[in-house]
Each structure stands twice: as C-alpha cells, then as structure tokens.
C-alpha cells in the first residue's frame, strides 16, 4: 500500500509564508509526478503546481512567483513552499504522486489534505 501523509497547513496573515511537506511511504518502486492541488469551498479542485521526475515544473497562473514546488527524492518528499500569501489562497490542499510499486504495479494515490487559511 502507497500513503501520501501532508503537514505543514495552518492559519497565517495576508502576505505571510507556509511550507507544506507531502511524504509517500509503502510499498514504493518509483514515483514519476507529483502534485499539489487545492480546493475551496463552493469551487472545483485545481491543480496549483506539479513537478515530474525530472523536476519540471507547472503551477497555476495565480500563483507563479509565490509559490515553488519542489521535491526530495530520496525521501519521497514534495514541497510546497508559498509566499506572499492572499486570501484567495484559502483552501484544502492535497498532494497526488503517481508512480510504480515495487510490484511495478501503477499507483496514483492522494493524501487526506492540509487545510491553509489565509486571514488577518
């Protein structure tokens, strides 16, 4: 089994920072893409950035030069590190990851989401 464990979410002011951390653990052979996506209340989940294996990365127009995605492959591990935070930036935020078990089985999996709250 694949689990994807977030952390890093909180309340903070307009302009502040926060780092979220995303770790995949399990039965785990290789992880190709991994993402962060958001969803606030009322609207539709949406990708904010994604980062591949060979660290190409994508974010969403509203967030280009706040926040960065980045990844530690020997732990597993996504970040997403965001400044200059807006309250526009209120939502759930969940990591994806895909990639192969060590069955070399393919997995897509979620985790249970980090909720960050943009408010003075």
């Known amino acids: 089994q694949v689990q994807l464990v977030e952390s890093g979410g909180g309340l903070v002011q307009p302009g502040g920072s926060l780092r979220l951390s995303c770790a995949a653990s399990?039965?785990?052979?290789?992880?190709?893409?991994m993402a962060w996506y958001r969803q606030a209340p009322g609207k539709e989940r949406e990708l904010v950035a994604s980062?591949?294996?060979?660290?190409?990365?994508n974010y969403v127009d509203s967030v280009k030069g706040r926040f960065t995605i980045s990844r530690d492959n020997a732990k597993n591990t996504v970040y997403l590190q965001m400044n200059s935070l807006k309250p526009e930036d209120t939502a759930v935020y969940f990591c994806?990851?895909?990639?192969?078990?060590?069955?070399?089985?393919?997995?897509?999996?979620w985790g249970q989401g980090t909720q960050v709250t943009v408010s003075s």
């Open positions: 994806n990851a895909d990639g192969f078990r060590r069955s070399f089985a393919p997995f897509e999996h």
């Open positions: 399990g039965s785990i052979f290789s992880i190709n893409r």
């Open positions: 980062i591949t294996g060979g660290s190409n990365t």
